[in-house]
């Protein structure tokens, strides 16, 4: 039996991939920009932590985690379509990276945002 497919062209997911990875490039320079060459000296838990205590610094994380989840798990659902033509199986592996995903994100923001400095 032939794959005919789902009938969606997957054009949304083509271009967001793309621009999801340009702009993940781009914020990768600013954060390892601001990371590793302001400040004086190297990285430590309380030059971090210090970062993180501001709500612009954990907004601009959660920007960071959220795109570059999206990417990888736009990917890795662009390649199941690709490659995997069985439709149960398509539906099992697409809904598993779903939970993959919601599971990191989840994880992610916890940490993001539930983080204090007590310096």
Do not use: C
């Amino acid at each position: 039996m032939r794959f005919m497919g789902s009938g969606r062209s997957g054009a949304f997911e083509w271009l967001f991939q793309r621009v999801s990875g340009v702009a993940l490039v781009v914020i990768l320079f600013l954060h390892f920009v601001l990371i590793h060459y302001t400040g004086d000296g190297p990285v430590t838990y309380e030059k971090v932590a210090f970062r993180l205590a501001s709500p612009y610094y954990k907004a601009w994380e959660m920007l960071f985690l959220s795109l570059g989840l999206y990417h990888a798990m736009n990917g890795i659902k662009l390649v199941i379509d690709d490659y995997v033509h069985a439709e149960g199986w398509r539906t099992l592996l697409t809904s598993l990276n779903w939970v993959v995903t919601l599971a990191f994100f989840l994880f992610g923001s916890i940490t993001i945002l539930t983080f204090t400095y007590q310096g």
